[in-house]
């Protein structure tokens, strides 16, 4: 580990990351969740030896600077750390599954081929920035990752290089949402293009850990990422189509929508193909994968080529006081 634990809780937090550990997951960001909690206990609990819940609840205050599902996944490990200790005999304070729950779905924005296509022109004549002379690499191909491959921004971001497989155009995605890591294949092109991006940046950056880096080699802020993406929307002219702005979150919705609407185009199954767009895109049940399938007025006819008046006769003709 590169951190270590120092609170009277050390012992037991090590011990509780060495099973997950053995078990298969990584727990990298839980770890970093479970440091935090670590130094809190150290802070506010320095003397307490035993999980109470005055030390739960106390963890489990939303910060004001915390979204709704920061904040939950903040409180994830450390009840499970919790059940670990119950397991090992010893009283601990669980935090129930439902304390903190889940906002309201977000609907997202589908991105037409013709809002991609201005996007990828306004990211292809990003310029360097001062103290940082690889931006104009990695924005416009990590961008392109999240549409192509329908990755998380927050997966695409924590990409090491390790994790990124050039030759056989394989991206390890590890210990993502729930803990669970998956194996996503590119297309070749989209292989090209990485390839082409890591030569370039690699002589900028010889030996960086991350496949994406700021300009001090660390994972690319999100706060920064959002930023760049709003100035590029507004040259490319998308703008606020709902309650919502667009976001990057949305080219794992459009990823999943363009795909569907590609094999209705082609002819295939969907039923038969669903469970594979759910395996890649890293979901535990259909019912996730059906959440980010959208049909679109327009879009859905003009990519899979649906005719609805084929479909007329089909339905019953009515009164017009029925």
């Known amino acids: 580990m590169k951190h270590t634990f120092k609170s009277l809780f050390s012992e037991r937090l090590r011990g509780f990351a060495q099973q997950k550990n053995a078990v298969g997951f990584p727990y990298d960001e839980s770890l970093r969740l479970l440091l935090d909690f670590d130094r809190f206990c150290l802070d506010k609990f320095p003397s307490e030896t035993t999980l109470t819940k005055e030390i739960c609840l106390a963890w489990a205050v939303r910060k004001d600077t915390e979204g709704n599902n920061t904040f939950r996944n903040r409180l994830m490990p450390v009840r499970e750390f919790a ?13 129930t599954p439902n304390f903190a729950k889940k906002g309201p779905r977000h609907i997202p924005h589908i991105y037409s081929e013709e809002e991609i296509a201005a996007l990828w022109n306004v990211l ?22 999240l549409y192509c491959c329908g990755l998380r921004p927050c997966e695409t971001r924590k990409l090491r290089t390790a994790d990124v497989d050039l030759e ?38 010889p030996g960086r850990e991350l496949f994406f880096p700021d300009s001090n080699g660390n994972i690319y802020g999100k706060v920064g990422l959002n930023k760049t993406f709003r100035i590029a929307k507004a040259k490319a002219g998308i703008g606020t189509s709902g309650e919502y702005s667009p976001r990057l979150y949305d080219f794992r919705h459009t990823f999943a929508t363009h795909r569907l609407y590609q094999w209705m185009c ?57």
């Open 124 to 145: 292809d004549h990003l310029r360097p920035r001062k103290g940082y002379p690889i931006r104009h690499f990695v924005f416009p191909t990590l961008v392109r990752l």
């Open 83 to 95: 059940r670990y200790l119950n397991r090992c005999g010893e009283p601990a304070f669980v935090l």
């Open 168 to 205: 056989k155009g394989r991206l390890d995605i590890v210990e993502s949402k729930g803990h669970k890591s998956r194996i996503v294949m590119m297309a070749d092109d989209v292989t090209e293009i990485c390839r082409k991006y890591d030569e370039t940046v690699s002589k900028v950056m």
């Open 266 to 322: 082609d002819g295939k199954d969907v039923t038969a193909m669903l469970p594979y767009l759910s395996a890649y895109m890293g979901h535990a049940q259909l019912s996730d994968t059906y959440y980010y399938i959208h049909l679109v007025p327009g879009l859905f006819e003009k990519m899979t080529g649906f005719d609805y008046s084929a479909s007329e006769h089909l339905l019953p003709e009515v009164e017009c006081d029925e």
